[in-house]
């Protein structure tokens, strides 16, 4: 019969970098930014904008 050899054994893991922690927070909080902005209409907001030309009138003669 062979051995078994029953120790508890752990994969050496990576839990991420910190920089990556940051990446994500930071995307987090545009994400929230951005649907605060366009929830109060900064987005589609419109200026009402008026051009008006007048030209002289021309005689025909």
Do not use: H
Not at 9 to 21: E, K, L, Q
């Amino acid at each position: 019969m062979a051995f078994q050899d029953r120790d508890t054994r752990r994969a050496a893991t990576s839990t991420g970098s910190s920089a990556g922690w940051f990446i994500a927070g930071a995307l987090v909080v545009a994400l929230i930014a951005g649907g605060l902005f366009y929830f109060n209409g900064y987005f589609t907001e419109d200026d009402d904008l008026s051009i008006e030309l007048s030209l002289p009138k021309l005689d025909a003669n």
